[in-house]
């Protein structure tokens, strides 16, 4: 929501003419439309408070924010505001509760309890931490340490228990307003002490509204009906702070100090202000918008004044500026001003010449009111000279009231004299003739002798805007076509391209506190001479409108730039420059009046149309320029405390920035430049309130704001949001230790596995060997060869073929043995191929007394196993076991439903028992070991002798 400016319009007093601050008209939008202001409040910070009857609400320049209380609370109403720095905003209610604002929440503040229930007037936080809450009737509190002390005017000598007002003082003091007169309370050796104010004076009314601390460290003190006082220390007395104390203008709401200067709200009158202990200005709905009843001023960082009255708009009165109209009976406009020695200050328009002394406009003898004259000078006797269109010049003496008329009969170059200026001896003219000058001797200016300065002095007559004496003594001359000119002692110098100066039209002069002098030039801007030479100051540098325009500059480092557009104030030190019009109410001027002057307290007179503004440079806050705050930062959608945490983790890397430049003098004019340290590469300029950077890399940031009040302000206060965000956790140093010392502990392992599964395998690799070389011995050896060859013999006597078939399988299996050996693994139709040629060997020399069952469905198995197991455990079962026609001896092998291979004997036990070397046995079952997870299984039994073997699965033939 968004506080509207209804209006910008200056109201005048058409009875006493009085200089009147410019009056700004607010309004709330929407739905709150038609809210009354109880309370106006500038917290520390600068955010302007409005209370009403919705509750609190928060004004930044751009927006309003309401500020609900508890629901809880929702029902009360806001009877006071209160902010300190580093302790932030309090709020209390008139039904007795005080919060708090905590994260833009107002929350119940802890420690405190109302046990009056009485309303809360007031409340200050001195030292210690000190939190001292009046209230209405039931006297004050005070919250220190966790412990809560009441205080009550029955008991604790406090002088009345309604309190008005609470005001530290001092840094050791809180002064309590009552109905009753004031009471002193402090901290001392920790524990809270009360007193009455002692002075040598008493205070005439005793009912004490408002307490307000000066700039010089007095306490101003306002009452219910006798107006202001000020407490002095040194002499402990009560003093009024009118010379006349005939005060009339009812209860004081509040008080302002602005150097000497005091703005006092009243409940009858409307705004008063004070300057110098006199009143100098009443503004009420006689002569403004500000309603006679006043409830509450605030002072913004601008120095303008906020009010809240009776009616429903929001006021604020820009009192840098204050206006003054032309009497209803003159017509206008205004075409010349002077200030004289006693600062009164001297207005020429089509009407004549007016006077305007104390803030109001006085009579003049007819003989010089009617002088309609177009430029004004007052030499140091208080004469005041007078230029005129076509009837030359006129001179009138205050003191005796004589006018003296001087013309080209006279010795003056052109009747048409536009500029004037001058010293003890002399006074120059610029004319649209050409220069003249005339000088006198002791004063005495009816004796004196014109001199024209022409072309035989190397001015050409021409059409001279403006003659200006610098402070070195100087006569500089601004013409309309050939540029200008300086005369020092008897040298004329001129000033053109060669000089940095390149236009030939220059309407206005000035110099400014550093002795530096200053041009206008309709074509090109401000021209500043140093060192000389010309630089100039044109649109590219802030100049918003080149032209005909009015320079001067004021007591301190300010160069006043009165054009079409409105004021420009141009900071000759930083190069700053300010704008004012609309907003103070500024029309511009015509481009061939000479409207502007200033006296001797620096302020600046400034004539358009009918109206005269005034500037005081010494109400000037604005160079500060706009004050930025951070008003909020969010984690992805969700508000973090300002104050809380600025580290992050590495998925917390959203984040965005709410921000503003308070600036209640041209909001909507702000500029920003923002830079996030660490990720953007320069400043970004906009006009935004918020920044946004999603995904940030893990590191360190800075968050930069500087709020400039237009794109040519060059210098700014800058506000930083320092934090982090963590690297994840295996991007850290931690982790890249943590990752080396597991992967040393890994690699030792890899390392100390390997070398065993080296040892492994160099060890089954010489069991292989040594399988390999005690298989081929056992199936050459001389027994196995001699029965192979024994019963081959036989064979061939009896039966030749058989005995070629014999031969063929018994070459076949030493062929597979020399072909397996290298070999991890085999199919089992393989393996069962080189236990067929053996058992035919075997069949051949035991006959029906070997029998072997290997079921049909093993031979075409794919499965793998290792080579000659079947071979070798069956060579063992015959070797072991006895094979005769008395007992036969059954081999089985068949597949369980675990892919384990049995192969199955009974044992028939021989009586002498073979050497055994142990090899064949052991060795299968540690190459399995090896090969496969499952392990080789023997069982013993009374009867029989079973040993199982795992079938390996064949991946490549699964796969494919």
Sequence with gaps: MRLVLLFLMVFYCSICNAQLPFINSHSFEHEYQGLKISKVYTDHEGFIWFVTQLGLFQYDGMNVVHINLPDSSSDQTISVIYSKPSYGLFVGTKQGELFQLRENRLIHFDGYTNITGSSISAIAIGSNASVWIGTNGGGISLVLNGHQ????????????????????????????????????????????????LKCNTNLPDPMVTFLKTNTTKEMLIGTQSKGVFVFNTNRSQIVPILVKDDWSFGSIKGLITQGRQLWVATEESGLLFIENNRIRGVFNQQNTKINNRINSIAEDRSGSIWIADKSENILSANNLFS???????????????????????????????????????????????????????????????????????????????????????????????????????????????????????????????????TSKYGLPQSYYYQVFMDSKGGVWFTTDGIGVSRLLGHKLTHYGVGNGLESKVVNAICEDSKGNIWL??????????????????????????????????????????????????????????????????????????????????????????????????????????????????????????????????????????????????????VNYLIKLEGYDADWIRSRNLQASYPKLAPGKYEFKIKALPSNNFKTSKMLTYSFEIKKPFYETFWFYGLILIIGGFILRAFFY?????????????????????????????????????????????????????????????????????????????????????????????????????????LRDSVCLIAPMTLQILVENAIKHNVVSKAHPLKITIEKMEDDYLLISNPIQAKTTLPVSTQIGLKNIVERYAILQARRVLVERSTHDFIVKIPLIKNEKNTHH
């Design 149 to 196: 002390y009441d205080f009550t005017a029955a008991k604790d000598g406090l002088i009345d228990n309604n309190i008005n007002c609470i005001e530290e003082f001092n840094d050791s003091q809180i002064w309590f307003g009552t109905d009753g007169g004031i009471t002193i309370g402090s901290i001392v050796n920790g524990f809270p002490r009360l007193r009455p």
């Design 323 to 453: 206006y003054l109209q032309l009497p209803s009976k003159r017509k206008g406009p205004i075409q010349c001003l002077g200030i004289d020695s006693e600062t009164n200050l001297w207005v020429g328009d089509r009407d004549g010449i007016c006077l305007l002394r104390n803030g109001q406009f006085v009579e003049l003898p007819s003989n010089i009111s009617g002088v309609k004259a177009v430029s004004i000078y007052i030499d140091s006797l208080s004469n005041i000279w007078l230029g005129t269109f076509g009837e030359g010049v006129y001179v009138f003496q205050p003191k005796t009231k004589r006018l003296l008329h001087f013309n080209e009969k006279s010795g003056l170059i052109n009747n048409n004299v536009i500029s004037i200026t001058g010293n003890k001896e002399q006074i120059w003219f610029a004319t649209f003739g050409g220069i003249s000058c005339y000088e006198f001797d002791n004063g005495d200016i009816e004796k004196g002798v014109f001199a024209a300065f």
């Design 520 to 669: 206008n030039s309709p074509e090109l801007g401000l021209y500043k001479f140093a060192s000389n030479k010309f630089v100039n100051f044109g649109t590219k540098e802030g100049v918003r409108e080149k032209g005909y325009a009015n320079i001067i500059a004021d007591n301190g480092e300010n160069l006043i730039y009165v054009n079409g557009k409105g004021i420009d104030m141009l900071n000759i030190h930083s190069g700053n420059i300010l704008y004012h019009d609309k907003e103070i109410g500024f029309e511009g001027v015509s481009k061939d009046t000479r409207v502007i002057c200033k006296d001797k307290l620096g302020k600046v007179w400034i004539g358009s149309g009918r109206n005269i503004v005034c500037y005081d440079p010494r109400k000037n806050h604005l160079w500060e320029g706009p004050k930025p705050i951070l008003k909020s930062v969010h984690l992805f959608e969700k508000e973090i405390h300002l104050s809380y945490k600025r580290v992050f983790s590495s998925d917390e890397n959203s984040l965005s920035f709410d921000y503003v430049g308070i600036w209640y003098h041209l909001p909507e004019e």
């Design 753 to 857: 596995f390997r070398f065993k599964q080296l040892k492994a395998k160099e060890k089954i690799s010489n069991d292989a060997i040594k399988f390999q070389f005690e298989t081929l011995r056992s199936q050459v050896n001389p027994h196995f060869l001699f029965n192979s060859f024994n019963t081959l013999s036989g064979i061939i006597e009896k039966n030749p073929e058989h005995a070629v078939e014999y031969v063929e399988h018994l070459s076949d299996f030493f062929r597979n043995i020399l072909q397996y050996k290298e070999k991890d693994l085999i199919t089992l139709s393989e393996e069962l191929s080189i236990l067929n040629d053996y058992l035919f060997i075997q069949k051949n020399r035991f006959g029906e007394n070997l029998l072997i069952e290997i079921l049909p469905e």
